[in-house]
C-alpha cells in the first residue's frame, strides 16, 4: 500500500538538477512532499491536489498526474541545504486523512 | 510555534515488556498518526487517529496498540515488546493538509 519512490537514492554536485518520482498503486486524492535531515523531524515541502497541478517552492517544483497516479519532485540548481531524505506521503480519497508515506529517497548535494 | 512533544528522545526495553510512548500536540489537530522509520522501508503508518477515541489501522499495526483519551495525546503501546519492534518512532498532528511530526523516539528492545 505504500507508495514507491524512485530512485532509491541520488547524489548530486551543487547546481545539478534532480527528479524524484512517486507513484502509487491506488487512486490518489493528494499528494504531499516532506524533506528529512539527518537527526530531524521531517519538514512538510508542499502539498498537491486531484487537478494535476504544478506547485512551485523557491528552485522545488513538483506535479501530480492523478491518472497515472503518480508525482514529481524537481530540484533545480541543488544546493548543499537540499540533501536529505524526502518523502511523498499520500491520501487515497477525500473523506480520509489518513496520510500514507512512501519508501523514501536520499539526497545528497556535494560542493 | 506549532509543537508535538514525544515524551523520550531514546527508550531501551526488555523483551516482553510493555512499553508506552506518548505524543501530545498543542495544535487542537483532530488527526494524529504514529508511524516508524526503518532505514530502506521509509515512514511506515502503525495507527492513525481522526478524533478522540476512534482510530483506524495504519499498514503494520500488528504487536501494537493505540489510545486517544484526549484530543491532545495519543499513545502508542506496544503490548510486549519484541527485538523487531526497535525502530526509530515518529508522531504527527494535522489538520488535513501540513502534518507535523514530534522529534522522534529511538526505541531499543533487548
Known amino acids: 500500500q505504500q507508495p514507491v519512490q524512485s530512485p532509491q537514492a541520488v547524489i548530486l554536485r551543487e547546481g545539478e538538477d534532480a527528479v524524484i518520482n512517486c507513484s502509487s498503486s491506488?487512486?490518489?486524492?493528494?499528494v504531499h512532499w516532506y524533506r528529512q535531515k539527518h537527526g530531524e523531524a521531517p519538514v512538510f515541502l508542499m502539498i498537491?491536489?486531484?487537478?494535476?497541478e504544478q506547485k512551485g517552492h523557491d528552485k522545488i517544483s513538483a506535479s501530480f498526474n492523478e491518472k497515472k497516479q503518480q508525482s514529481s519532485l524537481y530540484l533545480t540548481a541543488s544546493q548543499l541545504s537540499y540533501s536529505g531524505t524526502y518523502f511523498c506521503?499520500?491520501?487515497?480519497?477525500?473523506?480520509?486523512?489518513?496520510?500514507?508515506f512512501g519508501t523514501g529517497t536520499l539526497l545528497a548535494v556535494q560542493p | 510555534d506549532v509543537k508535538v512533544t514525544q515524551s523520550s528522545r531514546y527508550l531501551v526495553k526488555r523483551t516482553g515488556e510493555k512499553v508506552f510512548l506518548e505524543c501530545v500536540q498543542d495544535?487542537?489537530?483532530?488527526?494524529m498518526f504514529w508511524y516508524r522509520q526503518d532505514p530502506g522501508l521509509g515512514l511506515r503508518l502503525i495507527y492513525f487517529?481522526?478524533?478522540?477515541?476512534?482510530?483506524e489501522k495504519g499498514d503494520i499495526p500488528e504487536g501494537y496498540s493505540v489510545s486517544r483519551e484526549k484530543k491532545e495525546r495519543f499513545s502508542l503501546i506496544l503490548e510486549s515488546a519484541s527485538t523487531n519492534q526497535t525502530s526509530m518512532y515518529l508522531c504527527?498532528?494535522?489538520?488535513?493538509?501540513?502534518?507535523?511530526f514530534g522529534q522522534g523516539t529511538r526505541l531499543t528492545v533487548v
Open positions: 504527527a498532528s494535522s489538520l488535513g493538509q501540513e502534518a507535523f
Open positions: 491506488k487512486a490518489l486524492y493528494s
Open positions: 498537491l491536489l486531484k487537478g494535476g
Open positions: 506521503g499520500t491520501k487515497n480519497g477525500g473523506a480520509t486523512n489518513k496520510l500514507i
Open positions: 495544535m487542537d489537530h483532530e488527526n
Open positions: 487517529s481522526y478524533d478522540v477515541k476512534m482510530k
